[in-house]
């Protein structure tokens, strides 16, 4: 089954590197710069790099913020990327600005605990909270890479898919709810194993992206 990805350009995602890991999967990503990019895409991908008031600016001057909110709230298929993740948040301690509000909670500063380095950057190993259409199924998990200062704080456990570890605690790598999830990590980035992971969510939209058990 044919796919059309739309990957949601507002000059703060890392497209190129987006791009070419769906190609590898013999799939092709359409940019999406407006709401008249939206009618014949199947699912989108919201990448991002940076902070969290600019990317939201960015993305209000797309028109595109109400229609993401409905694409959310109306369980069409929506997967986050990095600051992709943080931007479906209610708010972020980075900013002042409201996020897209898909999940419920905020994003907080990593601890700055003796020892530990802000960014966290490099490679992490999943540990599962839940089953979802993008994490592989059985006991596995795989190592991603990270690049981040900030992790969201989800409200409701249920939303938690994975969490990496992080110092003497846990932050959150994967939310995910109904038909919208995300990665606080690069799959993009992340070798064999981001690619399974994407593979797996493409996997999921073909079979007809059936709501997790």
């Given at each position: 089954?044919?796919?059309?990805?739309?990957?949601?350009?507002?000059?703060m995602?890392?497209?190129h590197?987006?791009?070419k890991?769906?190609?590898r999967?013999?799939?092709?990503?359409?940019?999406?710069?407006?709401?008249?990019?939206?009618?014949?895409?199947?699912?989108?991908?919201?990448?991002?790099?940076?902070s969290?008031?600019?990317?939201?600016?960015?993305?209000?001057?797309?028109?595109?913020?109400?229609?993401?909110?409905a694409?959310?709230?109306?369980?069409r298929?929506?997967?986050?990327?990095?600051?992709?993740?943080?931007?479906?948040?209610?708010?972020?301690?980075?900013?002042?600005?409201?996020?897209?509000?898909?999940?419920?909670?905020g994003?907080q500063?990593?601890?700055?605990r003796?020892?530990?380095?802000i960014?966290?950057?490099?490679?992490g190993?999943?540990?599962?909270?839940?089953?979802c259409?993008?994490?592989?199924?059985?006991?596995?998990?795989?190592?991603?890479?990270?690049?981040?200062?900030y992790?969201?704080?989800?409200?409701?456990?249920?939303?938690?898919?994975?969490?990496?570890?992080?110092?003497?605690?846990?932050?959150?790598?994967?939310?995910?709810?109904?038909?919208?999830?995300?990665?606080?990590?690069?799959?993009?980035?992340?070798?064999k194993?981001?690619?399974?992971?994407?593979?797996?969510?493409?996997?999921?939209?073909?079979?007809?992206?059936?709501?997790?058990?």
């Open positions: 089954m044919s796919l059309n990805l739309g990957v949601i350009d507002y000059g995602g890392n497209l590197s987006v791009g890991a769906l190609e999967l013999g799939e092709k990503a359409f940019l999406v710069r407006g709401p008249e990019d939206l009618n014949a895409i199947d699912a989108l991908i919201l990448p991002g790099v940076g969290f008031d600019p990317a939201i600016d960015n993305l209000q001057a797309t028109g595109l913020v109400p229609h993401l909110q694409w959310g709230n109306n369980n298929p929506l997967l986050g990327i990095c600051l992709g993740l943080q931007l479906l948040f209610e708010r972020s301690d980075e900013g002042s600005t409201e996020g897209l509000g898909l999940f419920e909670g994003v500063r990593l601890p700055d003796q020892g530990e380095r960014p966290h950057m490099g490679w190993q999943l540990k599962p909270q839940q089953s259409p993008l994490l592989p199924e059985g006991n596995e998990q795989p190592w991603v890479y990270f690049v981040h200062s992790a969201a704080v989800p409200n409701q456990r249920s939303d938690l898919a994975a969490t990496v570890t992080f110092g003497q605690g846990e932050a959150t790598a994967m939310v995910w709810k109904h038909r919208t999830g995300a990665c606080q990590f690069h799959p993009e980035k992340s070798a194993a981001g690619a399974q992971l994407l593979k797996q969510w493409i996997g999921w939209l073909q079979s007809g992206a059936q709501l997790p058990q």
